[in-house]
Nanobody, 118 residues
């Protein structure tokens, strides 16, 4: 099992910044990727940004140029620097870890609320 603990959410005004952190622990094994997803009320969970083993990153079009994903600490930590936040970024943000075992297993954090006021 893999445990993921997120931190750093909160309330910020439009145009402001927040930094999310996610710490992974447990039976990590071969980490395929880690990333951030978000889910707004009444909407499906969507990918925000992910970083693959090796450092390749990908972003949702809606956050490109504003958000930056990075990793640290032997790749057991990821961060999401969010700048120029907009009200439409308001959502619960979830950390995801994808671990290669027989196939790819997904693990999720408990989520952290990000609220951007206009």
């Amino acid at each position: 099992q893999v445990q993921l603990v997120e931190s750093g959410g909160g309330l910020v005004q439009s145009g402001g910044s927040l930094r999310l952190s996610c710490a992974a622990s447990g039976s990590i094994g071969s980490m395929w990727s880690m990333g951030w997803y978000r889910q707004a009320p009444g909407k499906q969970r969507e990918l925000v940004a992910a970083i693959r083993n090796g450092g390749v990153t990908n972003y949702a079009d809606s956050v490109k140029g504003r958000f930056t994903i990075s990793s640290g600490n032997a790749k057991k930590m990821i961060y999401l620097q969010m700048n120029s936040l907009k009200p439409e970024d308001t959502a619960v943000y979830y950390c995801n870890a994808r671990v290669l075992r027989v196939g790819l297993d997904d693990y999720w954090g408990q989520g952290t609320q990000v609220t951007v006021s206009s």
